[in-house]
């Protein structure tokens, strides 16, 4: 194992120089620290490398024992490079005294606009150039980590010698608000499965919104659980065996202390650990600017916008109390969890957001992105590429990724109706396989 560390340049696209004259930039640096761990098998010093991009996006390189993983696979045929992409891990923090040392709203929301997939391209390139020159590597991309190979092979396709993309190919045009209407359609889905197979958790669910809507119950991290945040635990439900893990949330959330129904101490602590975003704040405040492009605009708080477009997502007024969810409960539209969605009251009610509402507001309504695809470039794609695609995926929805696919000239499908967004997790050696067997035959 190896582990290397250079400096980068933080803006590559010129977004600081957007700050008014009279803001002061001092405290936004010029370059950052990038790290990434390479790991190698005994007898592969040569193979040649492949640098792999996590989802998220803000979540760092993984930490894991190669052993019967994905990465284990990966060894028999590659070096493999984890990188700690900017803002995460090991590489330049992004953490909350960073921002505030900025101050402004308007200069963090610039200086977190450096932080997306097209800067995280330009990074790999100059740590492809330290490690092997001229030399290009592989990549592979999980779910956001797809998103980045995409825009590699849009922005640098020179510096790839074979491309693996799962559960991520992106769409190229489209605004955020069709991708929303999608996840929200496959969340709708998502939900029935599961209330179909567990029916007797819907009203543990009703219950417990009811129950958060009048009586106050706090999250480990000191924020009030509301029944709109409770309903965003639905995000497992995106997970291979995520009907399981929230049927085992839900079994048995509630006791009696002094004769008063409470919220269980494990039940808030095991939705706590899923709500918070005190481990990634990157992701809260910049998801959604992963789907911006010029051509497409500002994306308005999408998520937020669209879930007005679907009756069954609806949420009822917060000085409703119990009855807000007693009628909204008579509409017989069934209870809805949802799923992989951001919402500026998420960022007013989690202490990890919280100082950054200000600067969030300014990346919702942001529409001076640099383009992260370019459709031209990829329908003369020659670098060889293939991409697992899930049929249930609910956060990269699949006629999204099939769009998409047929715009990349050559890429190989793979299709599954078994796998969820996690397949390479839960399916890992063959999604790696059966990506280098499509590659290259």
């Not at 990434?36 to 024992?65: C, I, K, N, W």
């Not at 953490?95 to 900025?102: N, T």
């Not at 910049?286 to 708080?301: C, E, N, P, V, Y």
Request: proline fraction near 7%.
């Amino acid at each position: 194992m190896y582990e290397h560390w250079l400096a980068v340049p933080l803006d590559y696209f010129g977004a600081i120089s957007l700050l008014p004259p009279d803001q002061d930039s001092r405290m936004i640096p010029d370059r950052i620290n990038l790290f990434a761990r390479e790991y190698v098998r005994d007898g592969h010093e040569s193979d040649p490398r492949l640098v792999y991009f996590q989802g998220g996006p803000g979540s760092a390189g993984p930490r894991m024992a190669p052993i019967g993983s994905w990465l284990d696979t990966a060894l028999d045929h590659f070096r493999v490079v984890l990188i700690d992409e900017r803002g995460t891990g090991n590489s330049h923090p992004l953490d909350a005294a960073a921002l505030a040392a900025v101050r402004a709203p308007e200069a963090q929301a610039l200086y977190l606009s450096c932080f997306r997939q097209d800067s995280i391209v330009r990074d790999a390139e100059i740590l492809r150039q330290e490690l092997q020159g001229d030399v290009p590597w592989a990549a592979l991309g999980q779910s956001f980590g797809g998103f980045t190979v995409t825009c590699y092979l849009s922005q640098a396709p020179q510096g790839l010698s074979e491309a693996y993309i799962t559960a991520g190919l992106p769409s190229l045009t489209e605004h955020a608000d069709s991708v929303y209407r999608l996840t929200y359609q496959e969340m709708a889905k998502r939900n029935r499965q599961f209330f179909g197979r567990y029916p007797g958790d819907e009203g543990t669910a009703w219950y417990v919104a009811s129950h958060l809507a009048d009586v106050e119950e706090f999250l480990p991290t000191g924020e009030r659980l509301t029944p709109a945040r409770f309903r965003e635990i639905g995000i497992v439900l995106g997970y291979s065996y995520g009907l399981e893990q929230l049927h085992f949330l839900l079994e048995d959330p509630v006791w009696r202390v002094g004769g008063q129904r409470k919220l269980r101490p494990q039940f808030l602590s095991r939705v706590g650990k899923l709500l918070s975003y005190a481990d990634n704040r990157l992701y809260g405040v910049i998801h959604d600017s992963s789907f911006a492009q010029r051509s497409s605009g500002a994306t308005g708080w999408s998520a937020q916008r669209v879930r007005a477009e679907f009756p069954e997502f609806m949420l009822p007024a917060p000085s409703a109390g119990a009855s807000g969810e007693s009628d909204l409960r008579k509409e017989k539209m069934g209870f809805r969890f949802t799923g992989e969605h951001v919402y500026p009251w998420q960022i007013e009610q989690d202490p990890a957001l919280a100082p950054l509402v200000e600067a969030a507001e300014c990346l919702a309504f942001e529409r001076r992105w640099p383009e992260l695809y370019s459709c031209a470039t990829l329908a003369e794609n020659t670098v060889p590429a293939a991409a697992w695609m899930y049929i249930d995926d609910v956060f990269v929805p699949y006629s999204i990724s099939h769009t998409t696919a047929q715009q990349i000239r050559g890429l190989k499908p793979l299709i599954s109706n078994t796998y969820h967004h996690d397949g390479l997790r839960t399916g890992g050696p063959k999604m790696i396989e059966s990506l280098i067997e499509a590659v290259r035959s």
